[in-house]
């Protein structure tokens, strides 16, 4: 079973739409979780940190179901330039190991005028 | 702009060639990563290094070569490679004990080996 698992899409959405993407991981030990966002031929950049109360940046929201292991990110008016592949990300380690990170495959976006 | 930087940005080399990527990190950051980026695939950890000190090896070939001579800089050696070795490779740098261990990518060195 693979540690992280995503819909890859590709999801077409028009300017303006909400959009969500779902993911699930498969270590119930995991400990920190995020968002990254990857552009064409770019490296990944970190979109949000997800926390277990859940959190907001602007037009991003992010949930976390620790019982159902599962991930999700909202966007809100969505906008041309929010174009890109989204990475869910966890992290199983804890404490004082070196924290490792393991990354879904990616969901495609493209936002269409 | 990342603080990570990677050199070459794009390498184009034979199965006998010898080649080396480079790594540096202006972010005082204790911890190093290479991935291989390969399409359609997610990201895979190839090597990891704490404190200079390697702390992992994802069961990568013994084609790659990794080399950390400080905390700033990596380096991955490249011998002997096969085609499907092809992919994108990026570094990374964190800070260990920094709490979520947000890791910060290079733009990457584009690979084809022919």
Known sequence: RKEVEQDPGPFNVPEGATVAFNCTYSNSASQSFFWYRQDCRKEPKLLMSVYSSGNEDGRFTAQLNRASQYISLLIRDSKLSDSATYLCVVNHDRGSTLGRLYFGRGTQLTVWP | ?114
């Open chain 2, 1 to 114: 702009e990342t603080g990570v930087t990677q050199t070459p940005r794009h390498l184009v080399m034979g199965m006998t060639n010898k080649k080396s990527l480079k790594c540096e990190q202006h972010l005082g950051h204790n911890a190093m990563y290479w991935y291989k980026q390969s399409a359609k695939k997610p990201l895979e950890l190839m090597f990891v290094y704490n404190f200079k000190e390697q702390t992992e090896n994802n069961s990568v070939p013994s084609r790659f070569s990794p080399e950390c001579p400080n905390s700033s800089h990596l380096f991955l050696h490249l011998h002997t490679l096969q085609p499907e070795d092809s992919a994108l490779y990026l570094c990374a740098s964190s800070q260990f004990g920094g709490g979520n261990n947000e890791q910060f990518f290079g733009p990457g060195t584009r690979l084809t080996v022919l």
